[in-house]
């Protein structure tokens, strides 16, 4: 069964928000006797479990600030969001995540 966010807008999953601000698809994965993991399919690598959605959304939003950080720093671009309807399973819960970049028009972007 799906789950759907209703925090999901699909016209403002690609927008590269004026204030540094960007939007990334945050799948949530379930198994039973587990805890919830969330994973990013635009940035391989950051992921994170808690008990329940509430917690993981807010450990993802802090894995994926620090992830963006990192990219930041090491002069890495930083990929663009993935719409979600590219990204939609039966068996995933997709959720939001904002990103602060900073000074995000100093730093290359990816060219997907």
């Known amino acids: 069964m ?10 403002a999953w690609l927008t590269s928000y004026g204030d540094g601000m ?3 698809v945050g799948v949530i994965h ?3 006797g587990s805890d919830f993991g969330l ?3 635009d940035l391989p690598g950051v992921v994170t479990a808690a008990g329940t ?3 993981v959304r807010e450990l993802a939003g802090r894995a ?7 990219l930041l720093e090491d002069g890495e671009p ?4 993935t719409s979600p309807e590219q990204l939609i399973t039966d ?7 904002q990103v602060r970049l900073k000074a995000a028009r100093h730093f290359p972007t990816s060219a997907s």
């Open 2 to 11: 799906s789950i759907r966010d209703p925090e999901i807008d699909p016209q």
């Open 64 to 70: 994926l600030a620090f992830h963006v950080e990192g």
């Open 78 to 81: 930083i990929p663009e969001p």
């Open 91 to 97: 068996q995933d819960v997709l959720t939001t995540i």
């Open 22 to 24: 960007r939007r990334y």
């Open 30 to 32: 379930k198994e039973s």
């Open 39 to 41: 994973s990013f399919p």
């Open 53 to 55: 959605i509430a917690e």
